[in-house]
């Protein structure tokens, strides 16, 4: 594959003065590589527009909008690396982030690992962004980092969840998950107390050995839907801060429309 090395979008201003005290530096990682089969036919997902502008591109400004964060990589298509270097090179970013694409993998997982790849010597803070939540403020970004920088090794956004839960048995082996017809009535197993359940967005932060420790211990494929649920395994703490409903994740075509909303808000609110 041509396009699988990591390319500079835009060389960053290279001999900086080092500070006396090194503050930790801070990069983000945007997994941005899946096809978006809940959304529909059409583009992947990270490259549909919202207002005119795709969703990646919006990805990469809340990251970039956070001062502390000085390096974004992109996980892009395995087939559209070339056209994410172009689509990033056509929108301004701010001066001071340096950018970074690489092509992605089969999983989520796998994605975030071959971005994990590419991070440069002297990154200490990693975040993990899916380019599917496009709209995340920077005061949540801020506040992942910030916990990390307190001594977390491992800080994820959430909220509480609102819709009551409930859990089903296992698929069989035989049937795998949502396989079962469409329809097909599930018996019911528990309903956890939903006092105490949240629902999880990113980015989630880490300190950056830990997160690469916790990927080097993931086994490929078995079912870890987040970055912390792979720190979780290797048994260090996770905490939580508050999340934001405005970074909801873009997964279905009514998402689009509230994204399109959030946007129009923003818009008339403050002129952005
Ligand atoms: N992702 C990725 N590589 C993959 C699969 C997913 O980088 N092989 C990224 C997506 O691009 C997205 C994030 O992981 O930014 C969260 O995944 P999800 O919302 O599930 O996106 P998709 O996998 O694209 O959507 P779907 O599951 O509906 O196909
Ligand atoms: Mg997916």
Redesign the pocket.
């Known amino acids: 594959m041509s396009d699988a090395s990591t390319a500079a979008v835009r060389p960053g201003p290279g001999n900086a003065a080092q500070p006396q005290v090194r503050r930790p530096r801070t990069a983000a990682v945007i ?9 529909g036919p059409g583009a992947p ?2 490259l549909r527009a919202l207002n005119g502008t795709p969703m990646l591109v919006h990805a990469v400004r809340a990251m970039a909008a956070s001062r502390a964060v000085s390096l974004v990589v992109v ?1 892009a298509p395995p087939d559209g690396a070339a056209e994410v270097k172009t689509l990033l090179t056509d929108h301004a970013l701010p001066e001071r982030t340096d950018v970074l694409v690489v092509s ?5 997982q ?2 975030v690992r071959l971005g994990l790849d590419a991070l440069p010597p002297g990154i200490d803070i990693v975040l993990v962004h ?3 939540r496009p709209l995340v403020p920077v005061d949540t970004v801020d506040g992942v980092i910030e916990a990390v920088r307190d001594g977390a090794p491992a800080v994820v956004p959430a909220l509480p969840v609102t819709d009551t839960v409930k859990e089903v048995a296992p698929a069989g082996p035989a049937a795998p998950a949502g396989s079962a017809a469409p329809g097909t009535p599930e018996p019911v197993v528990a309903t956890p107390d939903r006092a105490r359940l949240r629902a999880v967005q990113t980015p989630q932060g880490f300190d950056r050995a830990t997160l690469l420790r916790a990927h080097e211990a993931a086994v490929v494929g078995d079912g870890a839907t987040d970055d912390a649920g792979l720190v979780e395994r290797l048994g260090e703490p996770v905490v939580l801060v508050p999340g934001h409903e405005e970074a909801f ?1 873009v ?1 279905r075509p009514l998402d689009l429309v509230l994204a399109e909303a959030v946007l129009a808000r923003r818009r008339a609110n403050d002129g952005f």
């Open positions: 997994p941005a590589a899946g096809r978006g089969v809940r959304l997902k990270a996980v992605g993998g089969a999983t989520r796998e994605s899916d380019a599917a994740k997964t």
